[in-house]
T-cell receptor, first 114, second 115 residues
Framework: GDSVTQMEGPVTLSEEAFLTINCTYTATGYPSLFWYVQYPGEGLQLLLKATKADDKGSNKGFEATYRKETTSFHLEKGSVQVSDSAVYFCALSGSQAAGNKLTFGGGTRVLVKP | EPEVTQTPSHQVTQMGQEVILRCVPISNHLYFYWYRQILGQKVEFLVSFYNNEISEKSEIFDDQFSVERPDGSNFTLKIRSTKLEDSAMYFC?????????????FGPGTRLTVT
């Protein structure tokens, strides 16, 4: 079945550092790929998505490119802020039609220190 | 901005008791989901619901679980006889459309503690 693997945390960074969180997936067909973020005490929020190979999703300075050849969707941000401290989840949704479930990776906790 | 809401935020119950977790999806959404996250583990899909019936469910979603849309706004998850291993954060989500690219909007979750 479908699966998502992402790097384990916690990842601790200083403000303005470069952030990369690796994510690889296994799926049949052509899944859609997502990054969700969970701030302390809140629910999951969509950060960005990509729906086909070579698409780049971007939002709030974060980017991720759908790489079908390496089955990866790594999340990057060039200069993190303290407010980026959160748990980040990579997820995929299969290519079939109705009511599609999300398959999540284990989450990566990021802590940005001033 | 519309959002998914869940109540209660924290529920403590004794083993063997029934519990109902409540969700109010975004009003023009048609597809509804429940996920759970056991502490320190992955977010796992439980069930999806459309047009008043279950469209997909996982192996976790056994006979102890049921879902219902009792009226035009609420979406509930019932656990008939709770076990210790049901302790987890339960997330409700909704989406306007189905299919891979369509975003699911998540609620803040209900933390269920079974003692």
């Amino acid at each position: 079945g479908d699966s998502v693997t992402q790097m384990e945390g916690p990842v601790t960074l200083s403000e303005e550092a470069f952030l990369t969180i690796n994510c690889t997936y296994t799926a049949t067909g052509y899944p859609s790929l997502f990054w969700y973020v969970q701030y302390p005490g809140e629910g999951l929020q969509l950060l960005l998505k990509a729906t086909k190979a070579d698409d780049k999703g971007s939002n709030k300075g974060f980017e991720a490119t759908y790489r079908k050849e390496t089955t990866s969707f790594h999340l990057e941000k060039g200069s993190v802020q303290v407010s980026d401290s959160a748990v980040y989840f990579c997820a995929l949704s299969g290519s079939q039609a109705a009511g599609n479930k999300l398959t999540f990776g284990g989450g990566t906790r990021v802590l940005v220190k001033p | 901005e519309p959002e998914v809401t869940q109540t209660p935020s924290h529920q403590v119950t004794q083993m063997g008791q029934e519990v109902i977790l409540r969700c109010v999806p975004i009003s023009n959404h048609l597809y509804f989901y429940w996920y759970r996250q056991i502490l320190g583990q992955k977010v796992e899909f439980l069930v999806s619901f459309y047009n008043n019936e279950i469209s997909e469910k996982s192996e976790i979603f056994d006979d102890q679980f049921s879902v219902e849309r009792p009226d035009g706004s609420n979406f509930t998850l019932k656990i008939r006889s709770t076990k210790l291993e049901d302790s987890a954060m339960y997330f409700c989500a909704s989406s306007r459309l189905a299919g891979g690219p369509n975003e699911q909007y998540f609620g803040p979750g209900t933390r269920l503690t079974v003692t």
